[in-house]
C-alpha cells in the first residue's frame, strides 16, 4: 500500500470481514448445535453478524467509488483480498471452540463499537451505535457459557481450557495496528485498535476468573488477517459461500 | 387529482403489518422512521430492529406494492431508504402496541430505562398468559432476531419474550 491507500476502504473492509466470516462460520451450525436453543442462539448471532456485515461493506463500497456493492465485495473477492482477523475464520470444532472464538471476539466487538459510537463520520457512528446492542448482548451470551463450560465438568473444563489455549494467540489481528488504523485514528473516523486492548484484557481475564480457567502461557501472537493472510480454512469457507454467485452472477431469488 | 400528505401516506403505512409480528404494524413497530414528499417524490425511510432482520426486504416490498400505485396516481416516484441512525429501541413501541404484544402472547419489552437485560442481570418477564413474574429464561435468543425464549412457571406457558434494547 503506497501513496494511493484508500484507508477508509481498508478499515471498512475489516470491520466488514471480521462480521461476515464469522457469521458465515456461525451459519455453519444450523441444524448441528448441541441443543435447539443453541442452534437458534449461535445461528441468530450468526444473523446480526451478516447484518453488520452489510452495513460495513456497502459502506466500504462507496468508500472504493469504484462500483462494488455489498454483495460483489462478499463474493467476488479472493481470499488474499479479505481483510478479517484469522480468529474469524478459525473452525467451529466442537460448541466449546465456537464459544471460545465468540466469546473473544464479542469482549473485542463491545469496545469497539462503543469507540466507534463517537467517530466522526456520522454513517460509522449510526452503524456502531446499532452494533454496540448486539454485541453486548452476544457477549452476554458467550460469557454465560463460558463460566458454565469453565465452571462445568471436568470433562467442559478441560475442553473449554484446550479451546482457549488454542485460539487466544488468533487475538493477535484484533489490536493489529498499521497505517490504516494510524489514519483512522488521527482523522477520527476510526478507532484505535491498541486502546481496545486494555479493556478486551479486562473482560477476558475477570470471565476466566470466574470460570475457573487460566490464561495460557504468553506465546507470540499470530497476525496477517489485516494484510490478506489467512488460514486454510478461510478458503473452504469462500468456496462454498461463493461458489453459487460466481457460477451464475445475475441469479436472482 | 388527490395530492397526499406525508400523514396520508404515513395512514397508508399503517396498513401494512410487520411480517413476522402481523398483530402490529411497520409505524407501531417503530420501524418507519419517517415519510418525505416533494412535489414529485415520495421518500419511506425505515430503520431495522436488528442489523440483520431479513423482514427487512419482505418489509420493504410490502412498501413499495402498496405505495407505489397510489404515487403512480399522483406523478410521483415512490423510494424506500434504510437508515440506521437513531439506531431503534424498544422505547419506540407505542403503549397501544405493547398491549397488542401482550394480547398475542408474546411478552412486551419493559422500557429501556431498565438495561438489567444488556447488563447480564436477568429483568422481570410477566407471563403473557397468566401474568406471573415467576417466570424463567429458556434462551436468550428466540424464533426471530428480536425475541428471546422463556417459559412461565406457574402455568407451563412457553412463551416469546421482545428484547429489550
Not at chain 1, 464479542?106 to 452503524?127: K, N, T
Not at chain 2, 411480517?19 to 404494524?25: A, M, R, T
Not at chain 2, 405505495?67 to 437508515?83: F, G, I, Q, Y
Amino acid at each position: 500500500m503506497g501513496a494511493t491507500m484508500n484507508a477508509r476502504f481498508e478499515y471498512l473492509l475489516r470491520l466488514g470481514d471480521d462480521a461476515l466470516i464469522l457469521g458465515q462460520m456461525l451459519g455453519l451450525w444450523t441444524g448441528h448445535g448441541p441443543v435447539l436453543e443453541e442452534d437458534i442462539a449461535l445461528t441468530n448471532i450468526g444473523l446480526d453478524q451478516i447484518g453488520q456485515a452489510r452495513a460495513w461493506l456497502t459502506l466500504a463500497g462507496k468508500a472504493e467509488d469504484a462500483g462494488r456493492d455489498e454483495d460483489k465485495l462478499a463474493f467476488f473477492r479472493d481470499q488474499a483480498d479479505f481483510r478479517n482477523a484469522q480468529l474469524c475464520e478459525r473452525p467451529n470444532g466442537h460448541f466449546g471452540d465456537t464459544i471460545v472464538r465468540q466469546f473473544l471476539f464479542d469482549a473485542y466487538a463491545v469496545p469497539l463499537h462503543a469507540a466507534l459510537s463517537s467517530s466522526s463520520d456520522p454513517e460509522i457512528a449510526a452503524i456502531a451505535r446499532k452494533s454496540a446492542k448486539e454485541s453486548a448482548y452476544h457477549l452476554r451470551h458467550s460469557r454465560a457459557w463460558m463460566l458454565r463450560l469453565g465452571d462445568g465438568t471436568e470433562e467442559s473444563h478441560d475442553k473449554v481450557q484446550q479451546s482457549l489455549n488454542d485460539l487466544l494467540p488468533y487475538a493477535g489481528d484484533l489490536f493489529y495496528a498499521d497505517a490504516v488504523t494510524a489514519q483512522a485514528t488521527a482523522e477520527g473516523w476510526g478507532a484505535d485498535p491498541t486502546a481496545l486492548r486494555a479493556p478486551w484484557t479486562t473482560e477476558l481475564d475477570s470471565t476466566l476468573a470466574a470460570a475457573g480457567l487460566e490464561r495460557p502461557p504468553a506465546v507470540p501472537e499470530q497476525t496477517g488477517g489485516r494484510e490478506g493472510r489467512h488460514t486454510e480454512q478461510l478458503s473452504f469457507l469462500l468456496a462454498e459461500m461463493q461458489v453459487l454467485p460466481r457460477t451464475y452472477p445475475d441469479a436472482q431469488w | 387529482m388527490v395530492t397526499r400528505s406525508a400523514d396520508d401516506w404515513l395512514a397508508v403505512l399503517q396498513q401494512i403489518p410487520d411480517p413476522e409480528i402481523p398483530v402490529l404494524n411497520i409505524v407501531e413497530m417503530g420501524i418507519v422512521r419517517g415519510v418525505e414528499c416533494t412535489d414529485s417524490a415520495v421518500l419511506v425511510k425505515i430503520t431495522p430492529t436488528y442489523m440483520g432482520c431479513p423482514a427487512m426486504d419482505a418489509i420493504t416490498d410490502d412498501i413499495k406494492a402498496a405505495l407505489t400505485p397510489l404515487a403512480r396516481e399522483e406523478n410521483r416516484t415512490m423510494t424506500v431508504e434504510l437508515v440506521y441512525a437513531p439506531a431503534w429501541t424498544t422505547d419506540w413501541l407505542t403503549v397501544a402496541a405493547l398491549d397488542k404484544l401482550e394480547a398475542y402472547g408474546i411478552a412486551p419489552p419493559g422500557k429501556t430505562t431498565d438495561k438489567r437485560a444488556l447488563n447480564g442481570e436477568a429483568p422481570e418477564v410477566a407471563c403473557p398468559k397468566c401474568k406471573s413474574a415467576h417466570t424463567t429464561l429458556v434462551s436468550l435468543f428466540g424464533s426471530t432476531a428480536c425475541k428471546s425464549h422463556y417459559r412461565c412457571n406457574d402455568c407451563a406457558e412457553p412463551f416469546d419474550h421482545f428484547k429489550c434494547i
